[in-house]
């Protein structure tokens, strides 16, 4: 038999996965109760789920036989007014994780490099792994800002770009507009992840006129509820838009999520209704996370919290919340042994993680 690991790309035969999130069914089974009982906060995902538009667009539409447009007209024509650049400026993608991808096939080639500030959201390292390429970890600060001139100091004749969200995937933190200036400065493909935004309402979009090197990303996993529909988009210099949409391929965005897509723009003020009652919610959850002995919870500005557990005891406390059905999200690395991430739910949930704390660090105490 031939040995096809032989005719597989090196680096892709390496590849280190990138973990997403199970399915409740799994979760459930896994932890041995019923499905009702899974809490489910450990993907950052809207507990409010989508627009009741969405389902009576979805259901409403008869053309699904067609493929969707190519150039996107309606889509990009919508993003424009709901990021407030024209929409030459726009490209769509499946998921703002593709135009990361796409980013990084424009621009690294097998042994080029980008720099991410750690800890950070991993499919910046995962998606440079599969463009041969490599992703330089910076640490940043004690307080998880990102460092300056460390990153300065990073750079190589190798270096393409530097990946960043805002507010930080984990973290929660912001990076300011002084801080993107100085990135920005170097010359390097400077890529600002905004997909917590609507939970903080702070954007670099109106730096974009200014820089032809940066770029900001939006989805609508998050404030809109798509995740399991794949929506989002880059804002970007209009010769870069323009070379992307020649290079995607033609129908990236399915009909079912431009519709949805399209629904959730006519529904904002609901939406956004939501997203307020997410992030007074990531306030009690904060004060009430305070409060328990052992756990220091950093201040947030997306719809998660991190928290730092006892020295040691991280993963025995995130096992003890899963056996009693509630899936965060644990973090076992170097940066973060100790740390689990809390996605803000609804109020019961929230109650349903503060009961399972407590029990957990009782048991691994």
């Not at 007014?81 to 097998?110: H, K, Q, T, W």
Request: with cysteine; net charge negative; charged share 20%.
């Amino acid at each position: 038999m031939p040995n096809i690991e032989n005719l597989l790309l090196p680096h892709i035969y390496r590849l280190k996965t990138y973990q997403g999130v199970s399915p409740s069914e799994t979760l459930a089974e896994e932890a041995g109760i019923p499905l009702e009982r899974v809490i489910r906060l450990n993907g950052n995902e809207n507990p409010y789920g989508p627009s009741p538009q969405v389902a009576e667009a979805l259901g409403a539409f008869r053309d699904y036989n067609h493929y969707p447009d190519p150039a996107q007209r309606k889509l990009r024509a919508a993003l424009s007014d709901y990021l407030g650049v024209p929409a030459a400026n726009i490209v769509a993608g499946n998921g703002s994780d593709e135009i990361i991808d796409l980013l990084m096939r424009m621009f690294l080639a097998p042994g080029d490099e980008i720099i991410i500030p750690v800890p950070t959201f991993g499919m910046y390292s995962f998606s440079a792994d599969v463009a041969g390429a490599t992703a330089v970890s910076v640490p940043r600060d004690a307080n998880f800002d990102i460092d300056i001139e460390a990153i300065r100091l990073a750079i190589t004749p190798r270096t393409k770009a530097i990946f960043f969200p805002t507010p930080n995937n984990p973290t929660g933190n912001l990076v300011t507009a002084a801080q993107t200036r100085a990135l920005l400065d170097t010359g390097l493909l400077v890529v600002a992840d905004e997909a917590y935004y609507d939970f903080c309402g702070a954007t670099l979009m109106p730096l974009l006129p200014e820089y032809r090197n940066l770029v900001v990303l939006r989805t609508f996993s998050k404030w809109a509820g798509l995740a399991g529909l794949r929506i989002g988009a880059g804002a970007m210099d209009t010769e870069l838009a323009a070379t992307m949409m020649g290079m995607k391929p033609p129908y990236n965005v399915n009909l079912a999520a431009e519709i949805a897509l399209l629904a959730s723009l006519a529904d904002t003020s609901n939406l956004l209704a939501r997203v307020q009652s997410i992030v007074a919610e990531r306030a009690r959850l904060y004060e009430l996370l305070s409060d328990i002995p052992g756990i220091e919870p950093w201040p947030s500005q997306a719809n998660f919290i991190l928290c730092k557990m006892p020295d040691g005891l991280g993963r025995a406390v995130y096992e003890g919340l899963c056996r009693r059905g509630v899936f965060l999200r644990y973090f076992d690395n170097d940066l973060l042994r100790d740390y689990i991430r809390v996605s803000v739910g609804k109020p019961e949930e929230t109650d349903a993680v503060i009961a399972g704390f407590r029990a957990a660090l009782a048991e691994a105490a």
